[in-house]
């Protein structure tokens, strides 16, 4: 079936580090991938989205590009801020873009 | 702007309650989603609407039903509430077509079960 696996957090970085969230994504079909981000006390909202192969996202410094070779979709952002501590979640579309299908979620804090 | 606004924040309620989590959206969006969120496993899909008075069932419909007598609103209905079922709900939704899929989520609804 459809499925999506990220990486297991939490995760912990100083402020400015570089940071990679790796997710991969069953090989059926041709899916769009999303990159949704949930702050504190908030629902989720889209970060970032790649609807075919080589497509790069990109928002808020934080990029991913769609790798059909190695079916991923690793979130990436060079210079991370405190603002960034959330809740990350990988998602890809199943058959007919009906339904979304979520990774676990992955945790960041970023600390001062 | 989209909205997707949930009714309650926040709701406490005991074992054998009937419950009820509505969701409005404001942006005409044919399908509207019920997801139940919790550590370590992410998003579940409960149950999917793509019409009025249609519904699909999703990844985890046991104990839960839904309601969709209005395009603009979705309700979840816990027929009797269990302690498994506390968790964090969030409603979704997006317009008909292909499109990319994209989901926008309300705030989320809070359930202690207790």
């Known amino acids: 079936g459809n499925s999506v696996t990220q990486m297991e957090g939490p995760v912990t970085l100083s402020e400015e580090a570089f940071l990679t969230i790796n997710c991969t994504y069953t090989?059926?079909?041709?899916?769009?991938l999303f990159w949704y981000v949930q702050y504190p006390g908030e629902g989720l909202q889209l970060l970032l989205k790649a609807t075919k192969a080589d497509d790069k996202g990109s928002n808020k410094g934080f990029e991913a590009t769609y790798r059909k070779e190695t079916t991923s979709f690793h979130l990436e952002k060079g210079s991370v801020q405190v603002s960034d501590s959330a809740v990350y979640f990988c998602?890809?579309?199943?058959?007919?873009?009906?339904?979304?299908?979520f990774g676990t979620g992955t945790r960041l804090t970023i600390i001062p | 702007d989209v909205k997707v606004t949930q009714s309650s924040r926040y709701l406490v309620k005991r074992t054998g309650e009937k419950v009820f989590l509505e969701c409005v959206q404001d942006m005409d969006h044919e399908n509207m989603f019920w997801y139940r969120q919790d550590p370590g496993l992410g998003l579940r899909l409960i149950y999917f609407s793509y019409d009025v008075k249609m519904k699909e069932k999703g990844d985890i419909p046991e104990g839960y039903s839904v309601s969709r007598e209005k395009k603009e609103r979705f309700s979840l209905i816990l027929e009797s509430a269990s302690t498994n079922q506390t968790s964090m709900y969030l409603c979704a939704s997006r317009p008909q077509g292909p499109g990319t899929g994209e989901l926008f989520f309300g705030e989320g609804s809070r359930l202690t079960v207790l």
């Open positions: 090989a059926t079909g041709y899916p769009s």
């Open positions: 998602a890809r579309t199943n058959f007919g873009n009906e339904k979304l299908t």
